[in-house]
Structure formats: C-alpha cells, structure tokens
C-alpha cells in the first residue's frame, strides 16, 4: 500500500511557500540498502534482517546522519535560507527529526519542528505496548497468550540487557501455534528477534524522545506535536504519564516550547477515518480515505508563524 504521506506534507509545505526536499530512508524507496546492500533481498526481507554491514551500525550513525545530510543538502541549494529551516517528521522520521534538532552536528540549527504522529518512547517499549494490547484483544487462549508476552518480553530484556551479536534466537514458545496466534508469534519473531536484534535496533532503542524534549533549547524555535484520536501506533493517551503517549512527549518540552494538537479522527497515515473505528480500516483501504483536513489547517498554521 502506497500511503502517500511524505508526497502530502511536502504539498502542504508547498502551499504555505516552503521548498522541501523528500529521501528515501536507507531501506525503502528506489535506495532500498542502497550501500549495504548484501546481495539479493526483497523490500520486506530487507525490513526485519538487515546485512551485517547495515546491522552493525549504530542508528545515529545511518538514518539520524541521513537526516543531517538531507539538510544542508537543502540549505545549500539556491535560493534557500538555512536560518529558517524547519524540520518535518512523521512517526519513527519525528523521532529523527528531534535527533538531528538536539544534536545537529553540521546541519543548521532548524527554526520550527512538526513533529508528526511522532514516535513517544523508546522503540521497544512502543513494540511492547502494541503487542501487549494485540495479545490481550486476540481470541486465543490463555497459556498462548502469557507464552507469548513472556517470550517477547524475555527478548527485548535480552536486547537491552545484552550486547550484539545476540545469541542465536531461542525456540518458538508455541510452535503448534496457528490463526491469530500464529500471526502474534511472527509479528514478535519479525520486530523482537530480527528487526532489533542488532547494534542498530539497540542504538536506536536508547533513544528516548521524551528526554530529548526535555533537554531541547527554547532557541531550537517552535515545535508542532501532533496526535490522530484514532492513531493505535502512536496514541495520544491525554494525561498519561512520560511513555504512555504523543500528549507527555509534548509536555517534556521547556514550557511555550511545544504545542500539541489532537485531531480528530485521524489514524497513524494521516486518513481521516470519520466515525469508523480503525480496526474496521485495513491497511488496503487507507488510500480510500482522505488525508486529514484539521492537520492540513494546524500546519497551515505553523508554518506561516514560522516563516
């Protein structure tokens, strides 16, 4: 499914009279592994078993440097005034775009953020939360389910708690397992014991957006935060405590730093679904519905008070 999403806030930035430029992420896109690349392997084999010379990195060192790349790329472009860039990121790419803003490096330091639909805590806590929450809706029974939240959280404890290279993954806690349980198995298997089973998923788990919030300079200008009321990848969970959502990343900023704004109706893609719950939207069917009109405003918004 082709969601379109960077296309649409790069038009959005277009309307308000940015420039902007789009990458593909290393792993996505025409670029795929592009110089890590390790002979032939398909986009999604090439999401969760990354080659030992991608692996090995850290994630600062790949896909936050890509970001800082990408910018003074831009500013070095003509016609583009780096003392008022803005950095835009949707989801795991918030995250970066917070990285690259308290840790710039060589790129220039951005006028505003919009961090969009923005990745909250740290990755495998967000992993946990949402298999956790799948387990518990899943019609399967109930030794199935505690075999399986033990061996998802026995593997990101040994991530966290272990150095790469990981020791070979432990046996399938349930290997007769089938339908829905199954699936949960895989989904542990792909994200938990492939995807950050490595020096990249571990330095990338260490990141904690709500620290970098915390730490972030009032001089880094204003930052948009944005949460979809139907958004189950990034919730924004209102009031809860530093983890449990978009709404206490946002309050980790420095007071009048930060704005978050809800909208309604929205999922992670940025759809606006109306009244349907998002378990009844298959990923199929997200092209189906529009993009969000209140976010094309809140960041109608933002961007002309930044300009």
Request: aromatic share 6%.
């Amino acid at each position: 499914v082709t969601t379109g999403t960077s296309r649409w806030l790069a038009d959005r930035l277009s309307d308000v009279g940015y420039a902007s430029i789009r990458y593909d992420k290393l792993t996505s896109g025409q670029t795929g592994l592009g110089p890590y690349a390790d002979g032939a392997q398909i986009a999604r084999q090439a999401m969760f078993d990354y080659p030992p010379a991608l692996g090995n990195k850290t994630f600062d060192e790949v896909f936050v440097q890509q970001a800082r790349d990408a910018a003074v790329y831009l500013t070095q472009q003509p016609g583009i005034d780096p003392a008022r860039l803005v950095l835009v990121g949707h989801s795991e790419g918030a995250m970066i775009a917070l990285s690259v803003a308290t840790a710039p490096g060589g790129a220039p330091a951005p006028r505003g953020l919009a961090l969009i639909e923005p990745s909250y805590t740290r990755i495998l806590d967000a992993v946990d939360r949402q298999v956790t929450e799948n387990i518990g809706a899943a019609a399967i029974s109930s030794d199935d389910a505690r075999a399986l939240e033990a061996w998802k959280q026995a593997g990101i404890a040994e991530i966290r708690s272990g150095e790469p290279p990981f020791p070979q993954q432990p046996p399938l806690p349930v290997p007769s397992a089938s339908g829905v349980a199954a699936q949960l198995q895989t989904l542990i298997e792909s994200y938990v014991y492939r995807r950050y089973r490595n020096r990249l998923g571990k330095t990338e788990d260490q990141i904690d957006p709500v620290s970098l919030a915390s730490g972030a300079q009032s001089g880094t200008g204003s930052v948009l935060v944005t949460c979809g009321t139907k958004d189950f990848n990034t919730p924004c969970a209102p009031g809860g405590a530093p983890g449990s959502g978009v709404s206490a990343l946002a309050a980790a900023f420095p007071p009048d730093v930060a704005h978050l704004a809800s909208i309604e109706n929205m999922i992670h893609q940025l759809r606006d679904i109306g009244s349907e719950s998002e378990d009844a939207v298959p990923a199929t069917a997200w092209p189906d519905y529009p993009f969000s009109a209140p976010l094309a405003a809140v960041l109608h918004r933002f961007l002309t008070d930044r300009r």
